[in-house]
């Protein structure tokens, strides 16, 4: 079966330093993946999504950006963190080929929070 | 581009009462939709999700979802809910991106069910 994780569960930094969240998917190939923020108080935001390695779309112009280094591995990445960084950081995978109708899986998220 | 709008924050009701939890998007494409739910400390999973075909959608739990194209809404529903019903609930829109879908998600309506 398939199962995704995300490191570290939770994260407390200062504004200006550095950011990388981790998300790995196992049990499949070649899956869809996606980053997604959660604020206080809103829905949740596609961030990127990555349609194989090296290919990133990015949704949101931002202080954030992602890479795909390995086909399921997925990272969320800043240079320097700003305090509306803060919130809720869901990696989701979709079976390649699910096209629109595709049911995504998430991770059980990373909670940041930016002082 | 896409939108979603849940009109209802928090819902409170008691064991055994009926469910409805309204949910309206604007997508101007081929409409597909979902319902995920959070509940307390474990992923974001999925509901129910219609693509097509019959606009009377049954997922787990005894949940179903009515897609009404004239008015725009896919409405979540169960008559009779369960204290391990307290979760949060997202209504979501996919658009096609070429390879994956990109999700777009209303804000959520936290659901407390009393005993």
């Known amino acids: 079966s398939q199962t995704i994780h995300q490191w570290p569960v939770t994260l407390v930094q200062p504004v200006g330093s550095p950011l990388s969240l981790e998300c790995t998917v196992e049990?499949?190939?070649?899956?869809?993946l996606y980053w997604y923020r959660q604020a206080a108080g809103r829905g949740l935001q596609l961030l990127f999504y990555?349609?194989?390695?090296?290919?990133i779309s990015s949704e949101v112009p931002q202080n954030l950006s992602a890479s795909r280094p390995q086909d399921r591995q997925f990272i969320l990445s800043s240079k320097k963190l700003l305090l509306s960084d803060s919130g809720f950081y869901l990696c989701?995978?979709?079976?390649?080929?699910?096209?629109?109708?595709?049911?995504?899986?998430f991770g059980p998220g990373t909670r940041l929070l930016v002082l | 581009a896409q939108s979603v709008s849940q009109h209802n924050h928090h819902v409170i009701l008691s064991e055994a009462a009926s469910l409805e939890l309204g949910c309206n998007y604007s997508?101007?494409?081929?409409?597909?939709l979902f319902w995920y739910v959070q509940y307390p400390g474990q992923h974001l999973q999925l509901l129910l999700k219609?693509?097509?075909?019959?606009?009377l959608v049954k997922g787990i739990k005894g949940f179903e979802a009515e897609f009404i194209k004239s008015k725009f809404s896919f409405n979540l529903r169960k008559p009779s809910v369960q204290w391990s019903d307290t979760a949060e609930y997202f209504c979501?829109?996919?658009?096609?991106?070429?390879?994956?879908?990109?999700?777009?998600f209303g804000t959520g309506t936290q659901l407390k069910v009393e005993l």
């Open positions: 990555s349609v194989g390695i090296g290919q």
């Open positions: 997508y101007g494409g081929t409409v597909n």
């Open positions: 219609y693509f097509s075909g019959d606009p």
């Open positions: 989701a995978w979709s079976p390649r080929g699910t096209g629109a109708s595709g049911t995504q899986y």
């Open positions: 979501a829109v996919s658009g096609f991106t070429g390879g994956g879908n990109k999700l777009t």
């Open positions: 049990g499949t190939s070649n899956p869809n």
